[in-house]
């Protein structure tokens, strides 16, 4: 039993590396084979609109669709946010999301200006210790709709970490900072997902 992550852009060997020291079998997906192999899935950061494109190009975007709609746990960091996210705000022009979360995210929401920035959340569903994170171009979630549960916000309140169902999504990238709760998080999805079948 493996655990993919996507391949095609961004930091996937980070996200592979963490999910590794964790005890996973890891999986590169890059074709809808290797995706049917798979018993969840991480979207990692990099660049949403490109992330999408070849996506689409190499068959991967419907499988995906399809992967969520059973219920395959799907964790997405930064762009991977935005591929989870059923509303992409500040998109470019025919960028489309894969979607499954009940959210709309704005893209580089904090602007050229603070384009980068660390600080410490609270995330009461991963315990009492803060989780340090790490924004880089980060997305943030507008509107959390009825079906997701916003999990952390940041001083001014905004959203930055999603839960629904099997799918887990947060503005920032946990795989750099030596905090693996949310992949910690994210394993226990699959394993309860493949115990259930
Ligand atoms: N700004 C990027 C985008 O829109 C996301 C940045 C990241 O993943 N670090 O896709």
Redesign the pocket.
């Known amino acids: 039993m493996s655990v993919g992550v996507l391949a095609l852009q961004?930091d996937f060997r980070e996200h592979a590396d963490v999910l590794r020291s964790l005890g996973s079998e890891v999986t590169l997906v890059r074709r809808p084979e290797e995706l049917a192999s798979v018993t969840g899935l991480v979207i990692p950061?990099?660049?949403?609109?490109v992330m999408d494109k070849l996506t689409r190009m190499f068959g991967l975007a419907e499988p995906l669709r399809a992967a969520v709609e059973r219920g395959m746990p799907v964790y997405g960091?930064?762009?991977g946010l935005?591929m989870l996210a059923d509303t992409v705000l500040d998109a470019i022009r025919g960028q489309q999301s894969i979607g499954g979360l009940d959210i709309s995210v704005r893209?580089?929401a904090f602007g050229s200006q603070t384009a980068s920035f660390e600080t410490d959340l609270e995330v009461p569903a991963l315990g009492e210790a803060p989780v340090h994170a790490v924004f880089?171009?980060?997305?943030v979630v507008e509107s959390v709709g009825p079906m997701a549960t916003a999990l952390a916000t940041i001083a001014d309140g905004r959203c930055v970490a999603v839960e629904q169902g099997n799918l887990l999504g947060t503005s920032f990238?946990p795989e750099i900072t030596g905090e693996y709760r949310f992949h910690e998080y994210f394993l226990q999805k699959v394993r309860s997902a493949a115990f259930r079948g």
């Open positions: 961004g950061g990099g660049e949403s609109s960091t930064c762009a935005i893209r580089n880089i171009r980060a997305p990238h």
